[in-house]
């Protein structure tokens, strides 16, 4: 099925904080910070854990 878009027939407008009170910028992305040896060290322990440790179905085993 095509997905389809509908607007509301009212409009409904707030009053809000300006932006000199409220600031709505969002924190930097976690993944910006990591270094490249520990985004490795992450992944190397990621994979550790579900080759070892996380539960698998057998019908998903290879």
Not at 18 to 46: C, F, G, M, V
């Amino acid at each position: 099925p095509a997905k389809r878009l509908a607007f509301a027939p009212n409009l409904s407008v707030y009053d809000t904080f300006s932006a000199s009170i409220y600031d709505r910028r969002s924190e930097p992305n976690t993944s910006d910070r990591l270094t490249p040896a520990l985004k490795q060290r992450i992944k190397e322990e990621l994979n550790s854990y579900k080759m070892d440790e996380m539960e698998v179905h057998a019908s998903s085993r290879i």
